[in-house]
């Protein structure tokens, strides 16, 4: 029996692209640093998130602008919504930016799947993410993990199944739950979550662990293909 009968993907940071208007704020040393790490976009995240919606005929919506100029996985108002390269707007450049750059996307993901729940599917969305595998000192030890709420039955079923399908597909893969983040913090699943039913909307951010899309391209083309294969336990 399968867990889902609709898919959407998405990938909230997908680029490192800053809009000319914007150049200017990144022009310093530490403001490029920052755009061409992590910081700035999730490297392979883009990659992963075409091979799921190309196997599986999914819709793909991808946020093609440098978190760092504005964060599209972070709610209106959150304190990181702007980095602090772009926390010096003005209020009237802010709402400029919210407007061209964060709404558009968020807004186009949740119309897509409230289509779909419209005409009577159970969707899942996949927000594909990446991570960093180092952070303030301290290694990462997960290499794939979805993100979800352990307080909704079907996404942890769902998810239960995916991990399971993972480890199958491959024994050495480090597969978490909720690692190295947690699945029900402020993000765009949370948020839709929050706005369509709980009954025909499962939400699940994808972390894979940097190492992969920064290391050997064999390694790494299999285990996009691991985790695309994985997927046909969940979707129908």
């Given at each position: 029996?399968?867990?889902?009968?609709?898919?959407?993907?998405?990938?909230?940071?997908?680029?490192?692209?800053?809009?000319a208007p914007y150049r200017a704020m990144f022009a310093g040393v530490t403001a490029r640093a920052a755009l061409v790490s992590h910081r700035g976009w999730d490297p392979g995240?883009?990659?992963?998130?075409?091979?799921?919606?190309?196997?599986?005929?999914?819709?793909?919506?991808?946020?093609?602008?440098?978190?760092?100029?504005v964060e599209p996985n972070r709610s209106?108002?959150?304190?990181?919504?702007?980095?602090?390269?772009?926390?010096?707007?003005?209020?009237?450049?802010?709402e400029r930016v919210l407007a061209r750059y964060y709404a558009p996307h968020r807004e186009r993901v949740e119309a897509t799947v409230a289509r779909r729940i419209a005409r009577g599917r159970r969707v899942l969305h996949i927000a594909?993410?990446?991570?960093?595998?180092?952070?303030?000192?301290?290694?990462?030890?997960v290499d794939v993990a979805p993100l979800f709420d352990p307080r909704c039955r079907w996404e942890r079923a769902l998810c239960e199944t995916w991990i399971e399908a993972l480890r199958n597909a491959d024994p050495a893969l480090r597969?978490?739950?909720?690692?190295?983040?947690?699945?029900?913090?402020?993000?765009?699943?949370?948020?839709?979550?929050?706005?369509?039913?709980?009954?025909?909307y499962a939400g699940v951010e994808l972390e894979v662990n940097q190492n992969?899309?920064?290391?050997?391209?064999?390694?790494?083309?299999?285990?996009?293909?691991?985790?695309?294969?994985?997927?046909?336990?969940?979707?129908?």
């Open positions: 029996m399968r867990h889902a009968d609709a898919l959407v993907v998405t990938c909230e940071h997908a680029s490192r692209g800053v809009p995240a883009l990659a992963l998130a075409r091979d799921i919606a190309h196997a599986h005929r999914a819709p793909l919506l991808a946020h093609t602008v440098t978190r760092l100029l209106a108002g959150h304190r990181h919504l702007f980095s602090e390269f772009s926390r010096g707007l003005s209020r009237t450049e802010k594909v993410h990446t991570f960093t595998p180092v952070i303030d000192g301290a290694r990462r030890r597969v978490r739950r909720n690692s190295p983040y947690r699945g029900w913090g402020d993000g765009l699943t949370t948020y839709l979550r929050g706005r369509l039913p709980r009954s025909r992969f899309p920064l290391g050997s391209p064999v390694r790494w083309r299999r285990l996009r293909r691991t985790i695309v294969d994985s997927l046909h336990e969940l979707v129908g």
